[in-house]
């Protein structure tokens, strides 16, 4: 079973980059049959899809993050990323990495990390 | 974007009883609607996908109906474990859009 693992700084400052990683573990991220995807949740809310990126390197955004986030994979560490440049404290959520065949589903996630945009 | 809603909002239950939620979406989805439980502070498990499917693991005491805009989860007996937050998604067009959720408690 594909087990999924976020890292990343856990306080950003306001107009600041958040970076965060994912890193999979059974299964190749390289394998061509999921889709890798991150979803956020701010404190007491709903779930917001911000994106996904395919093993190739395309990738889909949610139209309302697209100007500012970036997706990015690296086959050979197993791993894919997430940018998202000039954070508000809007953007302090939960943020969750995760991973779904090819049809849109989503089957696993990551436990998830909590990152908050203050100064 | 397609908009989903849930009713209820939140119910309360007792151990045993059967519980049906509802998941409307603002169009027609077919059947790319998946369902999800979060527990507190915990990550969100995929429970159903293709509006009907139990995802590898999940209990069949889980099931989930319904095509085009109108989708139901029922939980056949509720459980000490089911008490939970339960999301619907849409995954027909991008982006994926959940449900603001249904909060299960104990009556």
């Known amino acids: 079973q594909v087990q999924l693992q976020e890292s990343g700084p856990r306080l950003v400052k306001p107009s600041q980059t958040l970076s965060l990683t994912c890193t999979v573990s059974g299964g190749s991220i390289s394998s061509g049959t999921y889709y890798w995807s991150w979803i956020r949740q701010p404190a007491g809310k709903g779930l917001e899809w911000i994106g996904r990126?395919?093993?190739?390197?395309?990738?889909n955004y949610n139209p309302s993050l697209r100007s500012r986030v970036t997706l990015s994979v690296d086959t050979s560490r197993n791993q894919f990323f997430l940018k998202l440049t000039s954070v508000t404290a809007a953007d302090t959520a939960v943020y969750y990495c995760?991973?779904?065949?090819?049809?849109?589903?989503?089957?696993?996630w990551g436990q998830g990390t909590l990152v908050t945009v203050s100064s | 974007d397609i908009q989903m809603t849930q009713s209820p909002s939140s119910l309360s239950a007792s151990v045993g009883d059967r519980v049906t939620i509802t998941c409307r979406a603002s169009q027609g989805i077919t059947n790319y609607l998946a369902w999800f439980q979060q527990k507190p502070g915990k990550a969100p498990r995929s429970l159903i996908y293709a509006a009907s499917r139990l995802h590898s693991g999940v209990p069949s005491k889980f099931s989930g109906s319904g095509s085009g805009t109108d989708f139901t989860l029922i939980i056949s007996s509720l459980q000490p474990e089911d008490f939970a937050t339960y999301y619907c998604?849409?995954?027909?067009?991008?982006?994926?859009?959940f449900g603001p959720g249904t909060k299960v408690d104990i009556k």
């Open positions: 990126i395919y093993t190739s390197g395309s990738t």
């Open positions: 995760a991973t779904g065949g090819l049809d849109g589903t989503t089957d696993y």
């Open positions: 998604q849409q995954y027909y067009n991008y982006p994926p859009t």
